[in-house]
RNA sequence: GUGACUGUAGCUCAGUUGGCAGAGCACCUGGUUGUGGCCCAGGUGGCCGUGGGUUCAAGUCCCAUCAGUCACCCCA
């Protein structure tokens, strides 16, 4: 029989790093409901047209990236390739505007894009995202980002760059563009990669985020978004860079920070590591006013952002698998039944450990409970049958002594 | 979608000009009555990614294919 293996980009998780994954979890439910963040669970198959209609036709995402098709009765779905558009949906859906005030709302789990596979890059992966609805305010972008960076401080991740820029409106960003775009007119073969010679015209915002060398001193004077933002923009930008720094966060102004998804205005934000490879983003996010409006719900602004989990796993340090409290060893076959029901009665005190099987030789059971890293063996043998004791030996002095069954729960407790 | 590199034991990897498939770790069993770690002895474990080709002979050379990794691209 030919083995059916797993499909490329798609990851089975075992500890440590599943471990990993459980522990960014909790956190997040710990430290963004301290925020006011509801947790949401959210379909993860969803209408086509709903991320064709968020996110932009044109992007990489839609165009190339998407699993897409048809279900069984040939209405096209598509399994979600970021969170955003699906919390929207939920929240017009089912109507959480109408509380008033600013609905916070996080979720997590997984995403699927069909991008050829790397470090740091799955085609099953794993966001936490959090969507703050409801609000036009510089400050919530300022706490959204604070949030994040409690998030991940609390992860135990320090050395990251946080980089800040502002897209603009769609008011002064076509200014902007139209600049841009007339800069990098001047620009031919010898200046700028093939790459962005392409990208000049199909997506001008992306030539300032290339990495060559060369495209990056010839467009060193390119005009910055910073300059050209309109009062409203540039107010609102103030207040958030403000904010930031007034809380003691130290974060770069990147003016050619760039997001590839098409609904972000405003306020745009990226957190970046320089230990994981190439890609380095660990998370992102920004406003997006008038998504909801685009999607059909009613005009509410939004902020938010997203981690991507296997990134963060990456930077995160493995921690210890938690020893149990027991190893039984058995030596009689008789035995076995009491071996179980011992372990039984202390699992239900609260306590963890393992029972035999079978019988083998003390030497090989003493092997394997020392390999589990218990605390405690405890030794049922002839002697101990026939008495109804344990031998409890505490594995890290050697010591031992004889404990009626009845209280040996007892008795590993106190230790 | 493009490119480069890598596929040998559960894991990490050796394997010379083509000439018997190897090591370390892990695992199992022992080292005399019922005692773990350290040490010692022995043992299990291989479609050498897959399919062709060259050759007396292929893990080794050639072609194809599949898979993995990293990078481009894109993004979390």
Redesign the pocket.
Known sequence: MTKV?????F?DLFPPESVKFSRMESVAKDIFSRYGYQETRIPILEKTELFSRSIGEE???VQ??MYTFPDRKDRLVTMRP?ATAGVMRAYIENKLFAAGGVTRLYANGP?F?Y????????RQ???IDCEALGSPDPLLDAEVILMLEHFLSELGLTKLTFEINSLGCRECRPVYLAALSDFLKGMHKEHL?E?CMR?KLS?PL?VL????PGCKEYTADAPKITDHLCDGCREHFDVVMEAVTGSGLSYTLNPRL????DYYVRTTF??VSGDI?????????GRYDGLIGSLGGPDQPGVG???????LAMLMPETEPVKPDFHIVV?EQPGLASGLSLAQELRKAGLSGEAPYAV?????Q??????TGARF?L?L????LRTETA?V??????A?ESIPLGRVATHLLGE
């Open positions: 293996s797993k499909i490329k980009g990851a992007t990489d995402v190339k990236e970021e995403m894009r991008e050829r596979p790397q470090k740091g890059r799955m992966f794993h966001q990669c790459d990208r997506n992306r985020d290339c990495k060559v760039v997001r590839g998804l990226e957190v490879g190439s890609q380095s983003s660990v998370a992102g996010g952002f997203a981690c991507g989990m296997e990134r030596l083998s030789s003390m030497k090989s003493m092997r394997q409970a020392n390999k063996c030794v043998g002839e002697e101990e031998l030996k505490n594995m890290a002095d050697g031992q």
